[in-house]
């Protein structure tokens, strides 16, 4: 059909024209209309990828369905350092660490009371350097670890608590002393050791 420059005046914004002289109107899905038309698909499947991303993100940090619902609070008491070397660092920052896992991934309040429903607790029970590799007649390589005793009750269940044990090492070159390496490598120390903690008591996710 071929539209006259008049018809072309008249047409409306959703891109319809008079298909005659009488008061008859026709439908033309021009290229703007069908670029609306994209971009409304667009923008809804968007919307439906983040939302659908949410979901999935709440459930796996925050929905915390296989802990008991009667379960709602928990302790982290001071986590010791009985270890025959005392990093002064471990312990303090070992706790916290804890800490900030359990609240920014379950449900659980934390709590100081002494009735808590996850009573955590334990210490450093070893930490000390070894040789892993030899080159020559030297130490090239040395490996820190540091063993954790945990101790884990359940004010609500009995059958439940436990005591366990969980270990990590980090190896480095034998150049550096001790203090390089716990100024290096003691953030990924207490990173690892918390989330072995973590999964001791949390292991049935």
């Known amino acids: 059909?071929?539209?006259?420059?008049?018809?072309?005046?008249?047409?409306?914004?959703?891109?319809r024209y008079p298909s005659g002289k009488g008061s008859s109107w026709s439908v033309v899905r021009g290229p703007w209309s069908m670029l609306r038309g994209q971009w409304s698909l667009w923008v809804t499947g968007v919307l439906l990828i983040m939302l659908f991303n949410f979901a999935t993100c709440k459930y796996g940090f925050k929905d915390t369905s296989p802990i008991a619902p009667e379960v709602k609070t928990f302790r982290?008491?001071?986590l010791e350092n009985r270890a025959d070397y005392k990093n002064p660092q471990l312990?303090?920052?070992?706790?916290?660490?804890?800490?900030?896992?359990?609240?920014?991934?379950?449900?659980l309040r934390q709590t100081n009371d002494d009735d808590a429903h996850y009573d955590i607790s334990g210490y450093v029970s070893r930490y000390y350097t070894s040789t892993t590799g030899i080159s020559g007649n030297n130490a090239s390589l040395n490996r820190l670890t540091a063993d954790?005793?945990?101790?884990?009750?359940?004010s609500l269940d009995e059958k439940k608590s436990f005591e366990a044990d969980v270990t990590y090492s980090v190896d480095f070159n034998s150049n550096l002393s001790l203090l390089q390496?716990?100024?290096?490598?003691?953030?990924?120390?207490?990173?690892?050791?918390?989330?072995?903690i973590f999964n001791k008591i949390f292991s049935n996710w």
């Open 1 to 15: 059909m071929k539209i006259s420059a008049d018809d072309r005046r008249q047409t409306t914004d959703d891109g």
């Open 76 to 78: 982290v008491n001071y």
């Open 91 to 107: 312990s303090p920052a070992l706790t916290e660490k804890l800490k900030q896992k359990i609240i920014g991934t379950t449900r």
């Open 148 to 154: 954790f005793h945990l101790i884990f009750k359940n």
């Open 181 to 196: 390496v716990e100024s290096q490598k003691g953030e990924e120390m207490v990173r690892n050791l918390s989330d072995a």
